[in-house]
């Protein structure tokens, strides 16, 4: 069965430094999202994006945030100057885009951790 | 603005059938989810309600009211293996918003 994958599993980093959380979605999927949960939290949507651009952003995404699907298969979150409240499980999740299109399949998720 | 509850957490024995409730209030609403975590892995799909009723899936069921704000999640013939997080979201636009989860444990 096809599967959201995340990579890397775990990511540790300085606060201030620049990270890309990698995704590759389902193959036949054309609609992507970011989510992330603080540990013991809810898990908190971050963005969608569909046709190579933002479709919805919450208040979370702010300007040290970004994503880009730089080729056919990846999609990536970019925390340019991370902070230690960044510190969290990021999930990427895609949806199909016919029949359940309201259906998202989480990826593993990555752990950051910011010191 | 959007608030989801559900009870923060329950037990329950092998075996057993447990009920997790969940109401929400949303300024928009195009369906209801749950999702199964268990501790340190991601949110697996479980069910989607968007009409009012029961919908059965195996040991699992979900039910959903839109006039009173109101779902539950029903899970039959408990086994050790449902011990885990479950996590009520309604759709809205092009995202989910969760509550905060109800981990359940189960016991032998």
């Known amino acids: 069965e096809p599967e959201v994958t995340q990579t890397p599993s775990h990511q540790v980093t300085q606060m201030g430094q620049e990270v890309i959380l990698r995704c590759v979605p389902i193959?036949?999927?054309?609609?992507f999202y970011w989510y992330r949960q603080i540990l013991g939290q809810k898990v908190e949507f971050l963005v969608s994006?569909?046709?190579?651009?933002?479709?919805?952003k919450s208040e979370i995404f702010d300007d040290q945030f970004s994503v880009e699907r730089p080729d056919g298969s990846n999609f990536t979150l970019k925390i340019r100057s991370t902070k230690l409240e960044d510190s969290a499980m990021y999930f990427c999740?895609?949806?199909?885009?016919?029949?359940?299109?309201?259906?998202?399949?989480f990826g593993p998720g990555t752990r950051l951790l910011v010191l | 603005g959007q608030n989801i509850d559900q009870p923060t957490e329950m037990t329950a024995t092998e075996g057993a059938i447990v009920q997790i409730n969940c109401t929400y209030q949303?300024?928009?609403?195009?369906?209801l989810f749950w999702y199964q975590q268990h501790a340190g892995e991601a949110p697996t799909f479980l069910s989607y309600?968007?009409?009012?009723g029961l919908e059965e899936k195996g040991r699992f069921s979900s039910f959903l009211s839109r006039s009173k704000g109101y779902s539950y999640l029903l899970l039959k013939e408990l086994q050790m293996k449902d011990s885990a997080s479950y996590l009520c979201?309604?759709?809205?636009?092009?995202?989910?918003?969760f509550g905060t989860g109800t981990r359940l444990q189960v016991f032998p």
């Open positions: 979201a309604t759709y809205n636009t092009d995202k989910l918003i």
């Open positions: 994006f569909y046709n190579n651009e933002i479709s919805e």
């Open positions: 949303t300024s928009g609403f195009n369906g």
């Open positions: 193959s036949n999927h054309l609609y």
């Open positions: 999740a895609s949806s199909p885009t016919s029949g359940r299109r309201e259906t998202q399949y």
């Open positions: 309600n968007v009409l009012d």
